[in-house]
């Protein structure tokens, strides 16, 4: 198999919908051999990525869970050998978080422990395997840590159990790179901006939420998955090899503007 990332094998967490998914395909289409690990049914995207002539095993597993963590690493690594890439992907946003004074400890608890506690655990049990394919292969191996573009920047549009986990997935991110620095084992976050997935969409479902946000995109308009997994491809492959500890934020302009501009948007 030829491709940005021949050869390697990557552990994608919820890879069965939204950019985990996109990533799987496209992970799979650079010729990585790719494990999906999500606590829903990822036969569809497995099913997709096989079809267009794809390696790839599915896995069910919650981030949250440690001994659900623990045999989905595990299962990886008997199926492909080696664990050259973990994808922290899975994530989630849940309705009620809103405000500090109006969001329920239930969802503060949810958020952390999938958002946080989700990356913490992957990290765990992946690392050891990822020295020791890196000493094999003499290439680093490479930790994607979804964070988003709320790690930078407030909001008016409250989400601050959402928005704590994030900043705490880039501190994380910055810790483990300066840990595993020389031994073989890079770590950065991917900050998107807003993007149409499930989780984004359920919140945006009427025309004057979507513009109450898309007025402060300098872009004019929402990303599409395929602009973010691009920036996941890059941080996976041997092509940011000397990149470990940083933030690759892809969000139409957001985060570098005060003032957006006026006229119509630019694809
Ligand atoms: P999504 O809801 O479309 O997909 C999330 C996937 O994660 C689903 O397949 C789901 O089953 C899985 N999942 C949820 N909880 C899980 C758990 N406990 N264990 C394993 N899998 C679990 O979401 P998305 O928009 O594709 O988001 C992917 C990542 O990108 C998330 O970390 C999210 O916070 C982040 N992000 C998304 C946006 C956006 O606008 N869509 C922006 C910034 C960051």
Avoid at 15 to 23: D, I, M, Y
Avoid at 243 to 248: A, H, Y
Wanted: glycine share 10%.
């Amino acid at each position: 198999m030829t491709g940005r990332l021949a050869g390697k094998v990557a552990f994608i967490t919820g890879g069965a919908s939204g950019l985990g998914r996109v990533g799987a395909e496209r992970f799979a289409a650079e010729g990585a051999r790719v494990v999906i690990a999500d606590i829903g049914d990822a036969s569809d995207a497995l099913g997709a990525i096989e079809r267009s002539g794809g390696t790839a095993a599915a896995v069910r597993c919650d981030v949250g869970n440690e001994s659900s963590v623990r045999a989905a690493i595990e299962f990886a690594v008997q199926t492909f050998g080696d664990l050259h890439v973990l994808y922290n992907n899975a994530g989630v946003m849940l309705s009620a978080d809103d405000d500090p004074v109006n969001t329920p400890d239930d969802v503060i608890q949810t958020t952390l422990d999938i958002n946080v506690k989700g990356v913490l655990l992957a990290c765990r049990h992946a690392i050891p395997h990822m020295i020791e394919t890196a000493k094999k292969s003499g290439e680093t191996s490479s930790i994607v840590n979804v964070a988003s573009f709320v790690a930078h920047l407030g909001a008016a549009t409250p989400q601050i159990a959402y928005t704590a986990s994030k900043g705490a997935v880039l501190a994380m991110t910055r810790e483990m790179a300066a840990v595993y620095a020389r031994r073989g084992v890079r770590a950065n976050a991917l900050c998107p901006g807003p993007v149409m997935t499930p989780l984004l969409a359920k919140f945006l479902s009427d025309d004057a939420k979507r513009e109450r946000r898309l007025v402060h995109i300098p872009m004019g308009r929402f990303g599409e998955p395929q602009e973010i997994v691009n920036g996941a491809l890059f941080l996976a492959s041997n092509e940011s090899s000397w990149m470990t500890g940083q933030s690759l934020i892809i969000d139409g302009g957001i985060t570098s503007a005060y003032v957006t501009p006026e006229g119509p948007a630019w694809s």
